[in-house]
Structure formats: structure tokens, C-alpha cells
């Protein structure tokens, strides 16, 4: 059964910064490219990033180019999503996904909250 948690969201000040984790099971998790989304109030759910297998990034949003990074752990099952400099427009509920045959499989998210 696949199935992947994100954890780590909570109320930070902007200018601060948080990691995100996205703890995945149920696949070969060292084959697959992870995808992180987030989803503001109001708004639909936005494409933030993207990790290769590898760990290469091939893919930033523009708005969180040289505030965000991405990592991933292959031998723990875990992606990682690095936020530094947060700010206020970073708020909102965080996913990660996985595609396998076809199908998209999404943990359930956490929500980041960037105010003062």
C-alpha cells in the first residue's frame, strides 16, 4: 500500500524557516521522482517543486527560487523540503506526490502558517 505523510508544517514568522518531511512507504521510493504542491486558501494547488530519484532538483516554482531547496534520502524513504525566508504568500497546506502507474498518490499534508 502506498502511502506517503508529510509532517513538520506549523506557524513560523517570516524571514524564518521550516523543513518539511515526507515519509513514504509502500514503493520503491529510490526509483521515483517526488513532487511537493502546496494549496492556499482560495486557491488552487500549485506545482512547488520537483526531486529526481537521484536527488537532482528539476523543478522550483519561480517564486521560491534561492528560498527553497529540496533533498530526499533514499536509504530512510524521506523527502525533505527545505523552507528559509519564508513569507507571508508561503502560506499554506504542503503535499508531497508520487506518480506510479499511472496513478498519483498524495499524503494528506501540513499545513504552514508564515505570520507575525
Known amino acids: 500500500q502506498v502511502q506517503l505523510v508529510e509532517s513538520g508544517g506549523g506557524l513560523v514568522q517570516p524571514g524564518g524557516s521550516l523543513r518539511l518531511s515526507c515519509a513514504a512507504s509502500g514503493f520503491t521510493f529510490s526509483n521515483y521522482g517526488i513532487y511537493w504542491y502546496r494549496q492556499a486558501p482560495g486557491k488552487e494547488r500549485e506545482l512547488v517543486a520537483r526531486v529526481e530519484p537521484s536527488g537532482i532538483v528539476t523543478y522550483l516554482v519561480n517564486s521560491v527560487k534561492g528560498r527553497f531547496t529540496l533533498s530526499r534520502d533514499n536509504a530512510k524513504n524521506m523527502a525533505y523540503l527545505q523552507m528559509n525566508s519564508v513569507k507571508p504568500e508561503d502560506t499554506a497546506s504542503y503535499y508531497c506526490?508520487?506518480?506510479?502507474?499511472?496513478?498519483?498518490?498524495w499524503g494528506p499534508g501540513t499545513q504552514v502558517t508564515v505570520s507575525s
Open positions: 506526490k508520487v506518480n506510479l502507474g499511472g496513478n498519483a498518490y
